[in-house]
């Protein structure tokens, strides 16, 4: 019998972008979608805008510093799908069961993410490639 599933709902699909404005002007043109939410979130070193789409959300990212992670990843890859993010119950609780079966992940704790949220980053490279955030409203 499988285990109890910890993901509720896709919360967001995170593209990182060079132009935010330009990005955000697309989809609005494009798509008829408006900016809910924007942000700069220091420690991450990102500027975000959220777009609503039904009860999720698209989320373009574009690098504050040279030195984030978004930044460093663009240098290699280029424009682009960056990460899902996942909602969660408890951000605690679905990080450690991925920590319990031996997946690597990124935060070793939960952490304050953008929109008051909790949030924990699991690698890519135990996760078949794609970079999961695990969400907590």
């Known amino acids: 019998m499988p285990a109890e599933p910890v993901?509720?709902?896709?919360?967001?699909?995170?593209i990182?972008?060079?132009?935010?404005?330009?990005?955000?002007?697309?989809?609005?043109?494009?798509?008829?979608?408006?900016?809910?939410h924007r942000e700069t979130v220091e420690r991450d070193g990102v500027e975000e805008a959220l777009l609503r789409v039904a009860d999720s959300y698209v989320q373009l990212l574009t690098p504050t510093r040279d030195d984030s992670?978004?930044?460093k990843w663009m240098e290699k890859r280029?424009?682009?799908?960056?990460?899902?993010?996942y909602r969660?119950?408890?951000?605690?609780?679905a990080l450690e069961r991925v920590k319990a079966q031996g997946h690597q992940v990124i935060d070793d704790a939960?952490?304050?993410?953008?929109?008051?949220?909790?949030?924990?980053?699991?690698?890519?490279?135990?996760?078949?490639?794609?970079?999961?955030?695990?969400?907590q409203e």
Request: aromatic letters at 6%; glycine letters at 10%; one cysteine or more.
């Open 7 to 14: 993901l509720t709902e896709i919360d967001h699909v995170a």
């Open 88 to 93: 969660v119950d408890d951000c605690a609780a």
């Open 110 to 135: 939960p952490r304050p993410g953008s929109r008051g949220t909790t949030v924990a980053f699991i690698h890519p490279k135990t996760a078949f490639g794609t970079l999961i955030e695990l969400v």
């Open 16 to 36: 990182a972008v060079r132009d935010l404005d330009a990005a955000v002007a697309y989809y609005e043109a494009a798509y008829g979608v408006e900016v809910e």
């Open 78 to 85: 280029g424009e682009g799908i960056h990460h899902v993010g």
């Open 69 to 71: 992670p978004v930044a």
